[in-house]
């Protein structure tokens, strides 16, 4: 490019010609194109000054003209501003001048200014023109632009060739015969431009399929033309090759793609396939993605590999699939899943899908891997096992381990051996989080070294179902209180029991009777102390004040007064019914030196009678409290319902125990009952031997009852016999156990309603009710604790429940049809009479109605027999 001044005018045109002007660059400091305008309009924009100047002086103005006549209009204005023609005034206007005009915004330097002289414009416009084949046109800046800038220039050459005389398409053939040039078309597959001087051959890529061409065509996609040629027309591509527009050489179809003869563009390969190398022609080429690899996007030269954890089976995937649960990829391109039970522990699976190793595979929930074992393992029962749980992490961080339930524990030294604890608040368990392990623990202040946290640490006391700290100086006071109570109570009920009944009104017995009901009740419900069955509130307020009848002495904190154990604290329980009859003894032979008249033996035998009647429930239960027991997980382990701490037929404390319970029921409760036995069967004897002596030793047998049902309390001291016997007979099963002492009282109930057997009408309504309540409570307890019978024992309950019915109802036909065939005599009228005065006046009326009327008469105490 030549960068000219003071070239933007037609005069370099005319002084050195088109052809040498062409492309020249000239800076110029004003142009008609500028979109600059007069404020007030005395020129115009720098078009109309343009068009004014031409018009006036024919020819167009150089910017040294326009800028002349903006002098001349700044000039005028600084004059118009200052009012006067004084230098001075003028040259102060045109120092504070700030004018917009055709030329731009004219402004001029202050005095003192260094950086112009006076009329000096350092914001003047300027643009650059071009000369373009003979005309003058703006190429910058782009906003005042009215040419496009042409670069690069022609060759000085190539300049010349616009003298050339021949239009392009021709080539000079010399002169015709008037003298002037001729001229002949290029022939097809040549062509002439205005850069040459002759025809020449078509560029590769291109065609002229006709004469007289001045620029060749290029070959339309898909064709081709060979370089370089007079080529009149373009040749097909072979398939598997490329020609865009203007190709003189196939190029390779590309990686991924296929190409179709005839197609201008690729056919990228289908996603699931590759095309590796180039050329592809056909559909046929792309190769499928083999298994273990993918693809998921068309045009792809290569397939990716599957990820660990991910696989393909099949060829021709888009996308990989994710190992199930219970496999794991650990390669990248895996075409199939290892299975976890083929790799790992049997049973043994994983956590999430896409694993990618072998050590994701661990037993699932509710399994864990035993010590060096080769498969997972169910979670024993009572146990919780959370994902990845092994045997040899036990007691590491970071390891997941079987860890005991709410309601269960183990022990340090055996931790996968589950011992069931009596109540879920003595043992919280452990748990497992976030695959780290917190350790089972028992309650507060209960032994954790004991089976079934089921007794309190050294230093502490039970006091219901929970432990409390013992306390200094203040926990023999319960233990004193009691024991003076006791006696106190011990020597009011002998007093009491061996008074004269004959000096008491029907109001005080019948109130005895119906306390003795009572009592009686809640001696009953003690039994449901030794049924594994749990109590919501407030039954179970209820049931730990109950534990009091049962000697239970935790509530007297005598672990903090005294050294005592499960051996030592059955015997005392043991020993106090005969502690009782001891001190019974005691009183009764005070009372005898205060009133020697009194009948020592017999009051001896009905007070002992009546304690051993009252705590005959209380006895059985803690003789019989060795023999039931609650099975632990596994069914290997047994304890105590009682002390739960001692192992079932396992343990030296169980052994002592089981002997004692044994020796007590033997020394107490069956030398009782046996005495009751021998009293019911001689009773109607004594009483008709009038034997005054048996009748107040046995008082506490018969008393409470009617003469006709002298029997019935040693029908309730064999109704909660059987009752006491149930727990021991039937174990674990609680729903069996509900339903067999549910049976026992509603033969109770049944039989106290027919038989009604207690003198006072109010006490036969009130043992109704309490056996009722007692019923109630039972349910309670069954709908509370959700206990579900087995198949087995539904089955048999059912059995014997549609035995009964059959029973009685076949025997209450049977009844029937023997009154049936056994009618007694009947009369058609009973006569009553005073036998003093009457009798033979009703024996004449006898004689004479049946004489006349025809009908029997049955005189009162006659025929009675018949």
């Known amino acids: ?119 000096t414009q350092p914001r003047r416009p300027m643009v650059t023109t071009q000369i373009l084949n003979g005309s003058v046109g703006v190429v910058a800046p782009a906003e005042a632009a009215t040419a496009d800038l042409e670069y690069p220039l022609p060759t000085w050459a190539e300049k010349a060739l616009l003298l050339y005389p021949c239009p392009q398409g021709t080539v000079e053939d010399g002169f015709a015969a008037d003298g002037s040039i001729q001229c002949s078309a290029c022939d097809a597959g040549m062509y002439r431009d205005r850069f040459l001087l002759s025809c020449s051959p078509c560029p590769p890529g291109s065609f002229a399929d006709s004469p007289g061409t001045a620029t060749c065509q290029k070959c339309p996609p898909t064709t081709r033309s060979a370089s370089p040629s007079a080529s009149r027309s373009c040749a097909q591509c072979p398939a598997g090759t490329l020609c865009p527009s203007g190709t003189s050489e196939p190029l390779p ?67 990989c699939s994710m190992c199930p649960r219970g496999s794991f990829a650990g390669n990248t391109g895996s075409s199939a899943c290892t299975a976890c039970d083929d790799a790992g522990p049997l049973g043994s699976t994983t956590e999430n899908i896409a694993s990618s190793d072998l050590s994701d595979c661990r037993c699932p929930d509710g399994a864990y891997l035993p010590v060096a074992g080769e498969s997972c393992r169910p979670c024993p029962e009572g146990m919780s096992c959370t994902f990845g749980s092994n045997e040899e992490g036990v007691g590491e961080l970071g390891e997941a381990w079987p860890v005991a339930r709410p309601g269960f524990m183990t022990r340090t030294t055996a931790p ?21 392990c917190r350790v089972q ?52 009920v002998t007093l009491a029991v061996n008074r004269d009944m004959i000096h008491q009104t029907r109001w005080a017995v019948g109130m005895m009777v119906s306390l ?65 009859i001891v001190y019974i003894a005691f009183v009764l032979a005070v009372k005898r030196r205060i009133t020697p008249e009194m009948h020592l033996a017999p009051e001896f035998v009905n ?21 039931v027991c609650y099975a632990h997980p596994g069914q290997v382990y047994a304890s105590m319902r009682g002390e739960p701490s001692v192992l079932c037929f396992d343990s030296p404390e169980h052994t002592a125990m089981l002997a004692i319970g044994i020796a007590a029921f033997v ?99 009130l043992d109704g009710a309490m056996t009722g309540c007692i019923l109630l409570v039972l349910v309670c307890g069954a709908v509370g604790g959700g206990y579900t019978a087995s198949e087995a024992t539904t089955q048999a309950i059912s059995v014997l429940v549609v035995a009964a019915f059959l029973a009685m109802w076949m025997g209450l036909i049977g009844w029937n049809i023997y009154k049936q065939l056994n009618r007694l005599d009947t009369y058609n009228i009973f006569l009553c009479y005073d036998r003093a005065g009457g009798a033979a006046q009703a024996r004449l009326l006898k004689f004479m109605v049946a004489e006349e009327a025809g009908q029997r008469v049955c005189l009162d105490s006659e025929g009675l027999q018949q």
């Not at 929970?466 to 011990?490: E, S, W, Y």
Request: aromatic share 10%.
């Open 1 to 119: 490019a030549l960068l000219v001044t003071h070239a933007s005018d037609q005069r370099i045109i005319q002084n050195v010609g088109i052809q040498n002007s062409h492309g020249l660059l000239s800076p110029t400091q004003w142009d008609k194109s500028l979109e600059v305008q007069d404020d007030d309009g005395f020129f115009g924009s720098a078009q109309d000054f343009f068009d004014l100047y031409q018009a006036r002086f024919g020819a167009p103005p150089a910017y040294q003209a326009a800028y002349s006549a903006a002098m001349g209009y700044s000039l005028q204005k600084a004059i118009e501003s200052a009012g006067s023609l004084d230098t001075e005034a003028v040259k102060a206007a045109l120092w504070n001048l700030s004018l917009k005009s055709f030329y731009g915004l004219l402004e001029y330097s202050a005095p003192g200014d260094a950086s112009g002289l006076v009329g």
């Open 253 to 319: 179809c590309p990686l991924g793609h296929f190409c179709l003869a005839g197609r201008e563009l690729p056919t990228p390969c289908m996603n699931g396939t590759r095309r590796s190398e180039e050329g592809g022609s056909s559909p046929d080429d792309c190769v499928l993605c083999a298994p273990g690899s993918y693809n998921a996007q068309v045009g792809r030269s290569v397939c990716s590999q599957c990820p660990e954890g991910w696989f393909t089976a099949a060829a021709g995937q888009l996308e």
């Open 416 to 436: 996968l051996l589950v011992f069931k604890c009596l109540l879920e608040e003595h043992c919280p368990g452990g748990e497992c989080q976030d695959g780290e």
């Open 441 to 492: 623990t028992c309650a507060p202040y209960r032994d954790p070294a004991a089976v079934a946290c089921g007794r309190c640490a050294e230093g502490a006391y039970q006091s219901g179902q929970q432990c409390h700290p013992c306390k200094d100086g203040v926990d023999a006071l319960p233990l004193v209180f009691a024991t003076l109570l006791v006696l106190g109570a011990l020597s009011a």
């Open 516 to 580: 003795t009901c009572m009592f009686a009740a809640i001696q009953t419900t003690t039994i449901y102390l030794s049924l594994n069955m749990s109590w919501s509130e407030p039954l179970a307020s209820l049931m730990k004040g109950l534990t009091l009848l049962t000697f239970d002495l935790s509530h007297l904190k005598t672990e903090c007064t005294m050294s005592v154990n499960p051996v030592s604290q059955q015997l005392i329980r043991q020993l106090l019914p005969p502690t009782f």
């Open 607 to 627: 007070t002992a009678g009546t304690i051993l009647m009252i705590f005959f429930v209380s006895i059985c239960v803690t003789a019989f409290d060795p023999l």
């Open 667 to 765: 020394l107490t409760p069956l030398p009782f009952l046996s005495v009751a036995i021998f009293a019911v069967w001689g009773y109607p004897k004594y009483v008709a031997m009038h034997d005054i002596t048996f009748m107040k030793a046995f008082r506490y047998l018969f008393f409470r009852y009617e003469p006709s049902a002298y029997f019935f309390g040693l029908a309730l001291l064999l109704r909660n016999l059987l009752v006491c016997l149930v727990p021991v007979v039937i174990r674990d099963d609680t729903a069996a156990q509900i339903l067999a002492v549910a049976a026992i009282m509603v033969v109770s109930i049944v039989a106290q309603g027919l038989i009604r057997p207690w003198k006072n009408l109010m006490a036969n309504i």
